[in-house]
């Protein structure tokens, strides 16, 4: 599942992975806009966390709760967790362009 995550995450300009947390974790090169979490505490998710603009988290969870989740930690401030086995390449890539563009525009 990383390999998805990763070709998505380092398609873009100045994308960077390092580790954060122990997970591979993808910055833009500063901010992060994307972590892997590969069983996490033993929380059972293979997934990937992304930040969210206001409300996107919550419409998300509504929708589709066996795909979307609160993670751990960030979860309180908009972060999405995403169920890799759940999910399509296209899908994710598209939540993962969201989340690079929201993190890049945010001020440095």
């Given at each position: 599942?990383?390999?998805?995550?990763r070709k998505l995450c380092l398609a873009y300009p100045g994308a960077i992975e390092k580790l954060s947390h122990g997970e591979p974790t993808f910055f833009t090169p500063k901010r992060v806009f994307a972590m892997f979490s590969n069983n996490h505490h033993g929380d059972?998710?293979?997934a990937v966390w992304l930040p969210a603009a206001p409300?996107?988290?919550q419409a998300l969870i509504a929708e589709r709760p066996e795909v979307f989740y609160s993670p751990p930690y960030v979860g309180k401030s908009g972060?999405?967790?995403?169920?890799?086995?759940?999910?399509g390449d296209d899908e994710l890539?598209?939540?993962?362009?969201?989340?690079?563009?929201?993190?890049?525009?945010?001020?440095?």
């Open positions: 599942m990383i390999d998805r995550v059972g998710h293979v409300g996107v988290q972060w999405v967790g995403v169920e890799l086995a759940h999910i890539g598209a939540l993962i362009h969201e989340s690079w563009q929201f993190i890049s525009k945010k001020k440095r």
